[in-house]
């Protein structure tokens, strides 16, 4: 079954330290990973996906597949950067269905 | 601002009624998505749609139903068999066109109180 497994709900760090929140995937075809991020007050919005192999915003998130894990890091974090953080599981065989995590709260203390 | 549209932002039900919440999008997307949002759960996808006058179930349809009679619309209803109502709803879309980029785009959400 797909699954998205996101194990802290809550994480606090303090402004210039690192960055790693945690997901982890089960799916059984070829999966696309993305980040969302929700800040306060704003829209649920896309951060990154594993396709582009891009960098937003300082972040990075690299897909291992033999560990089913995306996790999204950033070397030095950034007050800005506290939000609500859900890793999403597309696939190319159903690509219109995505499968969220439960959300890490970060928060990034001054 | 374009994009996504829901209405109303906030909304009173009376047990046992049955509620519409819109969803609107001018972004010409062919796919539209429900989902629900409760603390600690995430999102939790309640239908979602490819093309018009098509949907299919995401992972707790029951008690909810939705219609997409236009490209630009996909509004859910809540009826009265769902046994636990209140809750944050999120509507979304994406272009199913789009393999390489695949990104969904948010409306603000309803926040749904059945009193």
């Known amino acids: 079954a797909q699954r998205v497994t996101q194990p802290e709900k809550l994480l606090s760090v303090f402004k210039g330290a690192p960055v790693e929140l945690k997901c982890n995937y089960s799916?059984?075809?070829?999966?696309?990973l993305f980040w969302y991020v929700q800040y306060s007050r704003q829209r649920l919005q896309l951060l990154l996906r594993?396709?582009s192999r891009e960098s937003i915003k300082g972040f990075t998130a690299d897909l291992n597949k033999g560990e089913t894990s995306f996790h999204l890091k950033k070397p030095f974090a950034q007050e800005e950067d506290s939000a609500m953080y859900y890793c999403?599981?597309?696939?190319?065989?159903?690509?219109?269905?995505?499968?969220f995590g439960s959300g890490t709260k970060l928060n990034v203390k001054p | 601002d374009g994009g996504i549209t829901q209405s109303p932002k906030y909304l009173f039900r009376k047990e046992g009624q049955n509620v519409t919440l819109s969803c609107e999008q001018n972004l010409n997307h062919d796919a539209m998505y429900w989902y629900r949002q409760d603390p600690g759960q995430g999102l939790r996808l309640i239908y979602y749609s490819q093309i018009v006058n098509d949907f299919q179930k995401g992972d707790i349809a029951e008690g909810y139903s939705v219609s997409r009679e236009k490209k630009e619309s996909f509004p859910l209803t809540v009826t009265s068999a769902q046994k636990n109502p209140t809750a944050f709803y999120l509507c979304?879309?994406?272009?199913?066109?789009?393999?390489?980029?695949?990104?969904?785009?948010f409306g603000p959400g309803t926040r749904l109180t059945v009193l």
């Open positions: 999403a599981l597309s696939g190319r065989e159903n690509f219109n269905k995505f499968y």
């Open positions: 799916y059984s075809g070829s999966p696309e």
């Open positions: 979304a879309s994406s272009d199913i066109r789009d393999l390489a980029y695949n990104e969904q785009f």
């Open positions: 594993h396709i």
